[in-house]
């Protein structure tokens, strides 16, 4: 696929789809993307609904990617941020 192929809004929208579930994995997909639209992959990341889902599948991906693409690094943070707030407010359920 050509690289601007990867912003038009069907291609994050099925690229979002893709990260939201876990079934079938496309091999070298999110680092091919990390690579050729960054800015598409953190779109597709926050449409997907992947913040709120705790499979280490598509989190290895990114993982992957963001050790060669800084935006896909920092989206990695947040996820991580979101993941350990979570983590905390199910504690405070628990003791309570």
Known sequence: MPADSWTAEATVLALARYLGQEPVV????????????????????????LVLKEGPLRRAELDQAATEHADVAELCRVLASFDQAHRERVAAVDVQ
Request: charged letters at 10%.
């Open 26 to 49: 496309a091999a070298g997909l999110v680092p091919r993307v990390a690579q050729a639209a960054p800015a598409a992959l953190v779109r597709a990341v926050r449409y997907s609904g």
